[in-house]
Structure formats: C-alpha cells, structure tokens
Nanobody, 116 residues
C-alpha cells in the first residue's frame, strides 16, 4: 500500500536549518510529483513546495522562496526539503503528499518548531 513517512523535524533557533525527509513506498517515486505542505496551529494546510516527476522542476510558496529547497532521490525513494534561515512563522507540522489516480495520500507529519 502507499505509504509516506516524514522525518527530520525538531526544535531549531531562528536562522537555523533543518532537512526534512519523506520516505515513500508502495509506488514508483520517479513517476509522481510530490508536494510538501504545512499546517500551523489554528491555520489551514498550505502548500510549501512541489517537485515534478518528469523533469524535476520545482515550485515554492512565496514565503519560502530562496530559503527552502526541494529535491528527490528516486533510487532511495525519498524526497527532501532543505529548510534554511528558518523563521518563527515556519513553525508547523510538515506533511508530504502524493496524488495517485486522484487520491491524495499523506504522511503522519513531522513537527518543526522555531524558537529561541
């Protein structure tokens, strides 16, 4: 079955960095686009970054452009989100997502806390 497992979250000071990982199974990663989303307390889930399947092109929310980098390693069945220059407003639960045959699959999320 399709599974996505996020890891790499934690507590970091403002200005710090984290690298999130999304390990996938149950489907062939190279054929699917993957998205990273986040949800802060009291807010809706928002798209952060996406990476396509075909050419690896990427998209970023304006709020993270220039600070976050999404990448994929199809051989390791893993998608990464490198987060630099973290701000308190980046604190949220981060989820990875894949849509297969119009069905959205989500991981359990990983908590990112940005605080001094």
């Amino acid at each position: 079955q399709v599974q996505l497992v996020e890891s790499g979250g934690g507590l970091v000071q403002p200005g710090g960095s984290l690298r999130l990982s999304c390990a996938v199974s149950g489907f062939t990663l190279e054929y699917y686009a993957i998205g990273w989303f986040r949800q802060a307390p009291g807010k809706g889930r928002e798209g952060v970054s996406f990476i396509s399947s075909a050419d690896g092109s990427t998209q970023y929310a304006d709020s993270v452009k220039g600070r976050f980098t999404i990448s994929r390693d199809n051989a390791k069945n893993t998608v990464y989100l490198q987060m630099n220059s973290l701000k308190p407003e980046d604190a949220a639960v981060y989820y990875c997502n894949v849509r297969i045959w119009n069905i959205d699959y989500w991981g359990q999320g990983t908590q990112v806390t940005v605080s001094s």
